[in-house]
């Protein structure tokens, strides 16, 4: 069965200070990869999806940064963190569509980042 | 453009009582639609999704959804709330195309009291 992993759960980091979120999925091939934040009272925003290695798609122009070095890979990263890069940042994946999992996206426990 | 609203940020109903969360959506081809629960703390775990076959959809926990196309609608229901209900419910509908993102409605939160 497919999983999700993403690390660390929670990080406090100083305004300035660079950031590093990682997600790895287990048990599919060539997922589609997804990074989502969910900020206090505002819902689900999508920050960035991949369809394949290299390839990354942004959604909003931000202060954020994402990679896919390998196949089931997926960081967020920062230089410089602002107070408003706050929230909470979930990795999702999709699979194929000739797969019964690919129309659906599923998600990772999450990571909640305070900038202080 | 697709998009999806759902109404009431917050919903409070008795244990055993009906829940009934409302979800509209708005898409220019037939959607995908799901709903989502989360946990405090925790990330989103599927309830249950329509991808056009039956139009009542049951999913975990004894929440079912009907796809309503004349009214555009989604509502998520369950007969009798149990506390471990308590939870933000979100309704998402998937756009097309190789991303197959989700858009997602801002959830409802659902308070369950005893």
């Known amino acids: 069965s497919q999983t999700i992993h993403q690390w660390p759960a929670t990080l406090v980091q100083p305004v300035g200070s660079p950031l590093s979120l990682e997600c790895t999925v287990e048990?599919?091939?060539?997922?589609?990869l997804y990074w989502y934040r969910q900020a206090a009272g505002r819902g689900l925003q999508l920050l960035f999806y991949s369809v394949g290695i290299g390839q990354i798609s942004s959604e909003v122009p931000q202060n954020l940064s994402a990679s896919r070095p390998q196949d089931r890979q997926f960081i967020l990263s920062s230089k410089k963190l602002l107070l408003s890069d706050s929230g909470f940042y979930l990795c999702a994946w999709r699979g194929h569509r000739q797969y019964n999992s690919g129309n659906t996206i599923y998600f990772g426990e999450g990571s909640w980042l305070t900038v202080v | 453009a697709q998009s999806v609203t759902q109404l009431g940020s917050h919903v409070s109903v008795s244990e055993g009582a009906l829940v009934l969360l409302r979800c509209n959506y708005s898409?220019?081809?037939?959607?995908?639609l799901f709903w989502y629960v989360q946990y405090p703390n925790q990330g989103l775990q599927l309830l249950l999704k329509y991808t056009s076959a039956a139009t009542l959809v049951k999913g975990i926990n004894g929440f079912e959804a009907e796809f309503k196309k004349s009214e555009t609608s989604f509502h998520l229901t369950k007969p009798s709330a149990h506390m471990s209900d308590a939870a933000e419910y979100f309704c998402?509908?998937?756009?097309?195309?190789?991303?197959?993102?989700?858009?997602f409605g801002k959830g409802t939160k659902l308070s369950v009291k005893p």
């Open positions: 898409s220019s081809v037939p959607p995908y």
């Open positions: 998402a509908v998937r756009l097309g195309g190789s991303q197959g993102n989700l858009i």
């Open positions: 048990g599919t091939s060539n997922p589609n």
